[in-house]
């Protein structure tokens, strides 16, 4: 295996299968260098934030972001200051040097109001409300929970930035796909948008947009900006919404429908499409592209499919076959899980990771 070659940016995107030695490790670094000087080096910029017991949960969600993707990545991280000190020891150690950067912050809300948000739903949740206003130089961004992991390139789902018309500001996913099953359109006291609204787990945003848009609202005839909405709509509504932060931008796209694009289901596959039955065809037919374990599912019994996706990604080692050390030991996993709802439909699981492994070795191969 390539170790020590005074290049500490063998990350796991570079690293060979751990089988392979020798020259490979000069072939790499030469397609490494190539690649590079060929390609765009814009940065991909994503947001998380953490807040409690959520420090592996999000180191975990980073991992599978580096994997896979091919442009640059810069991290937000947004956590309690307690956390900082162990983000630096960990991230510090990935061995991901020249195509990752991260950047902490601390938890902040408008001083005026922030006992209000911080008190919202859970702790810090609210915090990806003020992402436009913080990261005033930050053009586009993808926020991401916590509970998230990527099954293939991060590029990908960035790439859907390009596809916005010249109204859209932001892209999520619905929050169902059958409304018989939907939270907002049975139990909502306030409005939210589509059918079934929308789910803000995975919150692909041209900030710059943004800023500059003007909101239409039901408080004033005026329309309001991003930075002056926020506060009289949960003024308005705060006894009436459930899921905080996510209820107050469903308020805002009902009101403002042509900013979002709305991204198919598996590109934020929850338990609930499955464990009620399959109802994300389009996982179905392509496989889950972004897996979002909420309730928290990675660290409990009740979804083991979930749980031996996250488990595998958590233990894989940088570097390592990811066949081997990664496809394989998770199929088996998830072959356990066929007496539950989504261990019935478990292929979807492993079905864009397979691709996404194949694509990666692929790049490797035509580098060499």
Not at 191 to 206: D, H
């Amino acid at each position: 295996r390539c170790k020590n070659l005074s290049v500490s940016f063998w990350n796991s995107y570079w690293m060979l299968p751990s089988d392979v030695c020798g020259m490979n490790c000069f072939w790499e670094a030469a397609f490494r260098y190539d690649y590079m000087k060929t390609h765009p080096s814009e940065k991909m910029h994503l947001a998380v934030v953490a807040c409690g017991e959520r420090l592996e949960e999000t180191v975990t969600m980073l991992r599978s972001a580096i994997i896979f993707s091919i442009k640059p990545l810069h991290f937000h991280i947004f956590a309690e200051d307690q956390l900082h000190e162990s983000f630096k020891d960990i991230l510090d150690e990935f061995p991901y040097e020249g195509k990752v950067n991260y950047t902490l912050y601390p938890i902040t809300f408008p001083s005026e109001s922030a006992a209000e948000w911080k008190k919202l739903f859970k702790p810090c949740a609210s915090q990806r409300l003020f992402l436009p206003l913080i990261l005033k130089n930050v053009d586009s961004l993808l926020y991401v929970d916590t509970d998230i992991l990527f099954l293939r390139p991060v590029d990908d789902i960035w790439s859907f930035l390009g596809k916005f018309n010249s109204t859209q500001i932001a892209a999520m996913a619905p929050e169902h796909e059958e409304p018989r099953i939907g939270w907002y359109n049975r139990f909502a006291r306030h409005p939210y948008y589509g059918v079934t609204g929308i789910n803000s787990g995975v919150m692909l945003m041209n900030m710059t947009r943004i800023r500059r848009k003007y909101f239409k609202n039901d408080m004033t005839p005026v329309r309001l900006q991003w930075g002056e909405i926020l506060m009289p709509l949960l003024k308005k509504y705060k006894l009436n919404i459930t899921w905080g932060d996510q209820d107050l931008l469903n308020i805002m796209f009902f009101h403002n429908p042509e900013s979002l694009y709305v991204f198919p289901c598996q590109w934020n596959y929850r338990p609930d499409h499955c464990i009620y039955g399959s109802n994300c065809k389009a996982a179905e037919e392509e496989g889950i592209f972004i897996l979002h374990g909420n309730r928290g599912v990675y660290h409990d019994d009740k979804q083991p499919t979930f749980r031996a996706v996250y488990e595998a990604i958590k233990n894989y080692l940088f570097g390592e076959d990811l066949v081997h050390s990664l496809l394989q030991p998770l199929e088996r996993e998830l072959q356990k899980t066929t007496h539950t709802y989504c261990g019935r439909v478990y292929k979807v699981f492993i079905k864009q990771l397979t691709k996404s492994i194949r694509d990666l070795y692929a790049r490797r191969s035509k580098g060499r």
